[in-house]
T-cell receptor, first 114, second 110 residues
Framework: KAGVTQTPRYLIKTRGQQVTLSCSPI?????VSWYQQTPGQGLQFLFE???????NKGNFPGRFSGRQFSNSRSEMNVSTLELGDSALYLC?????????????FGPGTRLLVL | AQRVTQPEKLLSVFKGAPVELKCNYS??????LFWYVQYSRQRLQLLLR??SRESIKGFTADLNKGETSFHLKKPFAQEEDSAMYYC????????????FGAGTRLAVHP
């Protein structure tokens, strides 16, 4: 089975712009979660989608949003970028998203905001 | 607040030495707990989980409910074990919301 894929792998943006990141889960997986990884804050949960519905959201401002499509692919969007949004954004997928399942992570999208 | 604490940022050992990476969690019921590992230039991947009670790559972890700990151990470290290790647990609210510890970098020297 192909693993979780994320595009693009690297992105450079300037403050005030917006960005869209994409995640394709493992085939058959219906739950997709997003995490932000920074040296200072570590790995922080952004949100989780299952069957096109957001089921859980972390403590991030409304500038961070996401969606999931009927084929389980997911996108996250960050509007009005700030310098502090520079991070590695990881997505992870699992079959049903029960919390006790193993999550399989993608390679991440590294976002640099200048 | 639900927390996962990894007190050591860096653990440096010599090849063949025993390793223990510490993880403590805030108590909330009977948790599932995970250890994830991130090797250099590789993606984050599951190393082991409490519920399966497996030994992966020689690593084991025992849940101690009294001490709310889930320390990761290996009797003889290898150079290829050098990586970032993250302890994690699901948020009690359910679904795939993992709470991660800050991570411990394990450096195994020859």
């Amino acid at each position: 089975k192909a693993g979780v894929t994320q595009t693009p792998r690297y992105l450079i943006k300037t403050r005030g712009q917006q960005v869209t990141l994409s995640c394709s889960p493992i085939s058959g997986h219906r739950s997709v979660s997003w995490y932000q990884q920074t040296p200072g804050q570590g790995l922080q949960f952004l949100f989780e989608y299952f069957s096109e519905t957001q089921r859980n959201k972390g403590n991030f401002p409304g500038r961070f949003s996401g969606r999931q499509f009927s084929n389980s692919r997911s996108e996250m969007n960050v509007s009005t970028l700030e310098l502090g949004d520079s991070a590695l954004y990881l997505c992870a997928s699992s079959l049903r998203g029960t919390g006790e399942e193993t999550q399989y992570f993608g390679p991440g999208t590294r976002l640099l905001v200048l | 607040a639900q927390r996962v604490t990894q007190p050591e940022k860096l653990l440096s050992v010599f090849k063949g030495a025993p390793v223990e990476l510490k993880c403590n969690y805030s108590y909330s019921g009977s948790p599932e707990l995970f250890w994830y590992v991130q090797y250099s230039r590789q993606r984050l991947q599951l190393l082991l989980r409490h519920i399966s009670r497996e030994s992966i790559k020689g690593f084991t972890a025992d849940l101690n409910k009294g001490e709310t700990s889930f320390h990761l151990k290996k009797p003889f470290a290898q150079e290829e074990d050098s990586a970032m290790y993250y302890c994690a647990r699901p948020h009690p609210g359910g679904y795939n919301k993992l709470i991660f510890g800050a991570g411990t970098r394990l450096a195994v020297h020859p």
